[in-house]
Each structure stands twice: as structure tokens, then as C-alpha cells.
């Protein structure tokens, strides 16, 4: 298997220039809102799951720690919005986080993720890159933050769903058409890339 390799936010925004191909993803106006889950049904709606999830954890309505990070969520919902409805199988899914209620260390407890917000997840019954599968949806890869800036908004529509979401949840070849596997890895710009151990299609 190859190791890893990275890959620059320069060289991933330069090879996807020209993205007609996902001219269709809608815009955050013609977005439905997600749905909001909590620490009482996340295990049914999400480890349960019969269909692949992705989780937004995010601030809702009040910046809590007061470091910006309301925006960044509101940013990010915009995006995980927009794929929701480029992707009707795969649930999208929305967790507010109510630091008065939930404590740092309760949350990485019940969650297994650091208490980043936002921060998106994807769970899925069978790892591409690995090639095994599961009984229940685990945690397969972390974006964690959000766009600085509106304008980055469809840009980050782009790279998700051109390829994160179809090489990681599908088995199917990126934009790119390298054969690889797109991974985030807690990180919001550092993409990487594996050779995973079944050929994407």
C-alpha cells in the first residue's frame, strides 16, 4: 500500500479550477435546514444508522466561548446544507453544542472527538481505505473548522463533494480521477490522499 502522500491546499484548489461537473449542487438558499439531533438519540440516529451519516457539530445559536467559532458553524452548516441535498443517501445531521450543559470531558467521553467546534464527521459501516466493515456506522474522518470567509463557502461544496464524500462513502473515483482516497484527518486544509485496498470505481 502507498504511503501517504500530501497534498497542499494550492495544488487541491488548482487541479479543481475548472468544476463544471458539480455545476448542480444547490446554493445554501435552496438548502433545507438539517436535522438537529442530540446526545440522547445520536446513538440511535447516527451508530444505528443503516445509511452512511454526517455530523455537524456546531455552535446554534450563541457564540459560547465567545472566539468566533458561531460563525465558522454557520459557515459550515451552509456547506453540509448544500450537500444534504446533493446527497439523499447519506444522512446529514446537526449537533448543537450547549457548553452550559455538556462539559468538555463529558463530550469526549460520549463522542470520542475533541471538543472542537465546528467539526464535521463522517461515519460509515465500511472503511474504503481499510476495506473493513463494520456492524455499525464508526467515525471514518474529522473536517475540523469551517470557512473563514462567505466566498469559500462553494468552493468547500466543491472539494467535498467532488472528493471527500464519493471516495470515502462510495467507492467511487474523485474529480481528479487518481484512484486515490480524499482524507482530512482533523484538519480543515491538510488534505491527504491513500491508495485504498479495493480499486475506486
Known amino acids: ?54 455530523v455537524l457539530f456546531g455552535e446554534d445559536k450563541t457564540d459560547l466561548k465567545q472566539d468566533g467559532s458561531l460563525a465558522y458553524s454557520k459557515r459550515m452548516q451552509q456547506v453540509i446544507e448544500a450537500l444534504a441535498d446533493k446527497y439523499p443517501q447519506i444522512d446529514f445531521l446537526f449537533f448543537a453544542y450547549d457548553h452550559n450543559t455538556m462539559t468538555r470531558q463529558q463530550f469526549e467521553h460520549d463522542f470520542k472527538l475533541s471538543n472542537t467546534s465546528p467539526m464535521t464527521v463522517m461515519y460509515a459501516r465500511h472503511d474504503v481505505f481499510t476495506g473493513k466493515r463494520f456492524d455499525r456506522n464508526v467515525k471514518i474522518d474529522v473536517l475540523r473548522g469551517g470557512p473563514k470567509l462567505d466566498k469559500d463557502i462553494p468552493l468547500l461544496v466543491k472539494n467535498l463533494g467532488g472528493y471527500w464524500i464519493p471516495t470515502n462513502l462510495f467507492g467511487q473515483d474523485n474529480l481528479e480521477r487518481d484512484g486515490k482516497v480524499y482524507r482530512l484527518e482533523n484538519t480543515f486544509e491538510d488534505w491527504k490522499m491513500y491508495d485504498p485496498v479495493v480499486p475506486l470505481r
Open 1 to 54: 500500500m502507498a504511503g501517504l502522500e500530501e497534498l497542499t491546499r494550492r495544488e487541491l484548489l488548482g487541479g479543481i479550477a475548472g468544476l463544471a461537473a458539480l455545476a448542480a449542487l444547490p446554493t445554501s438558499a435552496q438548502a433545507k435546514p438539517l436535522e438537529e439531533i442530540t446526545e440522547h438519540d445520536f446513538r440511535q440516529k447516527v451508530y444505528e444508522n443503516t445509511k452512511p451519516v454526517i
